[in-house]
């Protein structure tokens, strides 16, 4: 079964300032997506970005960037020049190929500091 | 476009009732996902409808039940209430498989006392 860990269940970061979120997971498969999710006060799930695991390349989104390590199984998100709105809980997820079931991450909160 | 839409958001109920749960998906979505949230489990799959068909079911007790209509739009059922099933319920539409990303609505806020 595939599992999803992220280590860091709270982090604070200084407005304007680069934070990194890990992430680390598990599988067998060879195709798969990864995800960042933000959930802000609202509850609102909203994706940051996504990865396909055949894609070497990282993704970035603006702000947003990740160091995907295929080999080591491992999907960290770095925020650049962290802003207010940015304070929320932040899931890792995984998702095989063909399949819509998602597995999160149990979270990491994060706080912006003015 | 309108988003995912989830009602009722706020609920409260009593051990032992049964309570349901409504999900409509984006237009032209056919894939629906439930999620249970929790602050001791995180977020954790339910089940996932496709085309009224079950496709997916997470490791919850039968109580838990699920349906899909015609219209794509999805009801989950939770039948004896146990204060355990107090949580945030997520649900999430998709176009049909692969890459697609899947959207999610608010949530139902449940709370069993």
């Known amino acids: 079964a595939q599992t999803v860990t992220q280590s860091q269940p709270e982090m604070s970061v200084q407005e304007a300032e680069t934070v990194t979120l890990s992430c680390t997971y598990d599988t067998s498969e060879s195709d798969y997506y990864l995800f960042w999710y933000k959930q802000p006060p609202s509850r609102q799930m909203i994706l940051v970005i996504r990865?396909?695991?055949?894609?070497?390349q990282n993704a970035t989104e603006n702000r947003f960037s990740v160091n995907f390590q295929k080999a080591a199984k491992s999907f960290s998100l770095k925020i650049s020049d962290s802003q207010l709105g940015d304070a929320a809980m932040y899931f890792c997820a995984y998702r095989s190929a063909g399949d819509d079931k998602i597995i999160f991450g149990k979270g990491t909160r994060l706080h912006i500091l003015p | 476009k309108a988003g995912v839409t989830q009602t009722p958001r706020y609920l409260i109920k009593t051990r032992g009732q049964q309570v349901t749960l409504s999900c409509s998906p984006i237009s032209g979505h056919r894939s629906v996902s439930w999620y249970q949230q929790t602050p001791g489990q995180g977020l954790q799959f339910l089940f996932e409808y496709f085309s009224e068909t079950q496709r997916n079911k997470g490791n919850f007790p039968g109580r838990f039940s699920g349906r899909q209509f015609s219209n794509s739009r999805s009801e989950m059922n939770v039948s004896t209430l146990e204060l355990g099933d107090s949580a945030l319920y997520l649900c999430?539409?998709?176009?049909?498989?692969?890459?697609?990303?899947?959207?999610f609505g608010q949530g139902t806020r449940l709370t069993v006392v």
């Open positions: 999430a539409s998709s176009a049909p498989g692969g890459w697609d990303e899947a959207f």
């Open positions: 990865q396909e695991a055949y894609k070497q």
